[in-house]
């Protein structure tokens, strides 16, 4: 079945990149996103990328995509203390397809 | 815009009794909504599908006579937990898209309800 995978923690310092990883097993997937969750708060959709594109970068963000190793990055540059978070990886068929997430990266910034 | 809300943030209830939670899709019509649970420090988990005017579809192992799901209208869907107990005790969050099968529209989250069972 459809399965995504994720390390469940990462620590990096004050101002240096962050890099997320996130393997996948559904080569029907269409979307791949990442999204924030702070803590006690709802789902913040950070970025998708369509699995035809290979990079999407937005600001600090970059997002690279490998289809032929399914495999999904994240890439915060410059991270600051308001990145503290859970990340989740999440990949669907289509828009109006379920979601299926990882089990979420817990970004910890140390000064 | 896509904004889209949920009410109660958090509600606490005794063992028992039934809680009714609203999704709304604030400045578009959804044409499907998503429910999701997530239990603490673990992943989110759909629960059901719901298109406007039709019965949910289930996941498996989601009862749908506990976890009634009801779509009336294009900017409201309700889950109500029936004769809730302290194992339904979680974080359920919504999603809405405009979208269809071939469209390129996304999926747009609530901020989630907290549901305490006592």
């Known amino acids: 079945g459809e399965d995504v995978e994720q390390s469940l923690f990462l620590s990096v310092r004050e101002g240096d990149s962050s890099v997320i990883n996130c393997t996948y097993t559904?080569?029907?997937?269409?979307?791949l996103y990442w999204y924030k969750q702070e803590p006690g708060a709802g789902l913040q959709l950070l970025t998708y990328i369509f699995s035809n594109m290979d990079m999407k970068q937005d600001q600090r963000l970059t997002v690279l995509l490998n289809k032929k190793d399914k495999h999904l990055s994240l890439r915060i540059a410059d991270t600051q203390t308001g990145d503290s978070a859970i990340y989740f990886c999440a990949e669907s068929g289509s828009s109006a397809s379920k979601i299926i997430f990882g089990s979420g990266t817990r970004l910890s910034i140390r000064p | 815009g896509a904004v889209v809300s949920q009410h109660p943030s958090r509600v606490i209830c005794k063992s028992g009794t039934s809680v009714k939670i609203e999704c709304r899709s604030l400045d578009f019509q959804a044409t499907t909504m998503f429910w999701y649970r997530q239990f603490p420090k673990q992943s989110l988990m759909l629960m059901a599908t719901?298109?406007?005017?039709?019965?949910?579809?289930?996941e498996q192992g989601v009862e749908k006579d506990k976890f009634l799901i009801n779509h009336a209208s294009l900017t409201l869907s309700t889950l109500t937990v029936t004769s809730a107990h302290p194992e339904d005790s979680s974080f359920y969050i919504c999603?809405?898209?405009?979208?269809?099968?071939?469209?390129?529209?996304?999926?747009?989250f609530g901020p989630g309800t907290r549901l305490t069972v006592l």
């Open positions: 719901s298109n406007e005017g039709s019965k949910a579809t289930y």
């Open positions: 999603s809405a898209t405009t979208g269809t099968s071939t469209s390129t529209d996304t999926q747009y």
């Open positions: 559904d080569s029907s997937s269409t979307y």
